[in-house]
């Protein structure tokens, strides 16, 4: 069993991480629990990626996960680039890793996620009792000399109070990346308030296929925001023209 205290390394997932502006803004800010605010632009953020073997892990294993959730104001990521966010749901395929973060205070639930990439197209799917819930079709293309680092800030709850992790991660994006849709396929599950709004606007994102990074070490107690203070406006996005009310391109990383 994996002791949720132990820091663990992955490297080389095959990753698709990106951030949209809702649908519904105000059904997503309720997704937060008391104490943590939304930004004003109401970002949510998905990953969906693939460890294909055990020996790309510390020990881990084998595995997909899809979580998303929604940003938050206030609270940043080291070098502040990246919005933290809160965890809303956390889909993983294999029960040892949704033990460990479970203990971690990520809502871990069973899901799988799958990655097909061919001629220029990536497609993904994340799955419940194998039945669709998310699709997302993205046109990509090879990577380069470009590295992305940096870290990730997630916020989960556990024992009663809010724990910050800080995750490093290495990535090397393809370009070009474009997200062309964003399906939620269940308007009964509980995922379906963080739907893309139409037409779709990507604020954020890549696709890399070797993207390594690490579970910390333990967390740290945080205490939510300042009442009253608020994150920057909206960053501005690429909106998609209205005969293509599907698609987005992202802005950044």
Known sequence: MLDPADPHLVVHSRMLYFRWLPADPDAAAALLPPGLCARADHQVFMNQYVVDDDAQTSGVGAYSLTYLGVSLAGLDAPGGAVP???????????????????????????????????????????????????????????????????HHRYLAARDGRLVSGVYPYVAEPVSPFEVESVDFLDRDHPVYPLRPANPLLITAGFYSPRASFAYPGGESAVAPPAAGRRAPGAQAGHQAPARRARSGRPSGS
């Open 84 to 150: 933290a966010g809160w965890w809303t749901h956390y889909l993983c395929s294999e029960p040892q890793v949704r033990r460990y973060a479970a203990a971690r205070g990520a809502p871990a639930t069973d899901g799988r996620t799958r990655l097909t990439e061919h001629g220029g197209t990536l497609m993904t799917q994340t799955e419940v009792d194998g039945v669709p819930l998310i699709r997302v079709r993205v046109h990509v293309g090879e990577t380069g000399h470009v590295v992305l680092n940096g």
